[in-house]
C-alpha cells in the first residue's frame, strides 16, 4: 500500500479507444454527496443530543474537564476513523492483500484509490465494510461498558456511522449505474 498526499488513478491503460466509458460524473456527485452529507449531520447532531440527555446525571458529574477532553478525544477518533475507513475500504478492493495498487491520501478529503479493475460487487462490498466494521466494533463495545466509556463509544458510534454518509451515497449510485457483470476502473466502466 502506498500513502501519498493525494491519490490519484493511473488511467494509463483507459482511453477513447478502448471498451471502457465514463460513468460517474464528479460535479453531479458532488451536489448529491452534500446534500445527503447535510441531513446525516443533522441527524448525527440531533442523535448525539438524545444520547446526551439519557447520561446527562453521569456527564454533570465530571464538569469542566468534559469540556475540553471529549473535543479532544473525538478529534482524534475522526482522523483515525477517516484512514482506518480508507483502508477497511481497500480490502475487498485489492481481495486483502493491499498490494501496490492500493493508495492512502494523507488528504482527509480526498478517497481511498485502488488502481485496477473492480467488479461491481467488490465496489459494493468495498463501500458497505467500512460501515459494518465501525457499527459492529462501537456498538460492542457500548454494550460491555458502562457510565462515561459507554456514552463515549455511543457518541463514536453515532460519529462512524455519520462519516460513512459518503459511502452509502456512493453505494445507492454504483447499485443504479453499474451492471452486474461490469468491470469499473475508477470513473470508467467496461460491461464484459
Not at 494509463?12 to 471498451?19: A, F, L, W, Y
Not at 492500493?102 to 458497505?128: F, H, M
Not at 455511543?154 to 457483470?181: F, P, Q, R
Request: aromatic share 10%; charged share 20%; with cysteine.
Amino acid at each position: 500500500m502506498k500513502i501519498q498526499k493525494s491519490a490519484k488513478y493511473d488511467y494509463g491503460g483507459i482511453s477513447k479507444n478502448t471498451e471502457f466509458e465514463k460513468w460517474y460524473d464528479k460535479d453531479k456527485m458532488k451536489k448529491k454527496i452534500r446534500t445527503v452529507n447535510i441531513y446525516i449531520r443533522c441527524g448525527m447532531v440531533a442523535a448525539v443530543m438524545v444520547v446526551t440527555r439519557f447520561f446527562s446525571e453521569l456527564l454533570a458529574g465530571f464538569g469542566l474537564n468534559l469540556l475540553w477532553i471529549m473535543p479532544l478525544i473525538g478529534a482524534a477518533a475522526l482522523v483515525t476513523m477517516v484512514y482506518l475507513r480508507g483502508i477497511i475500504r481497500l480490502i475487498p478492493l485489492s481481495k486483502g492483500r493491499l498490494d501496490g495498487k492500493c493508495i492512502l491520501p494523507l488528504k482527509e478529503t480526498d478517497w481511498a484509490v485502488y488502481n485496477g479493475e473492480i467488479t461491481r460487487t467488490q465496489a459494493l462490498a468495498s463501500l458497505v465494510l467500512p460501515l459494518i466494521v465501525f457499527a459492529a466494533v462501537f456498538s460492542a463495545a457500548a454494550i460491555f461498558t458502562g457510565g462515561m466509556v459507554r456514552y463515549s463509544f455511543l457518541c463514536l458510534l453515532i460519529t462512524s456511522c455519520a462519516s460513512c454518509a459518503t459511502d452509502v451515497a456512493m453505494l445507492i449510485h454504483v447499485a443504479g449505474n453499474i451492471e452486474k457483470n461490469a468491470v469499473i476502473y475508477g470513473e470508467y466502466k467496461r460491461v464484459k
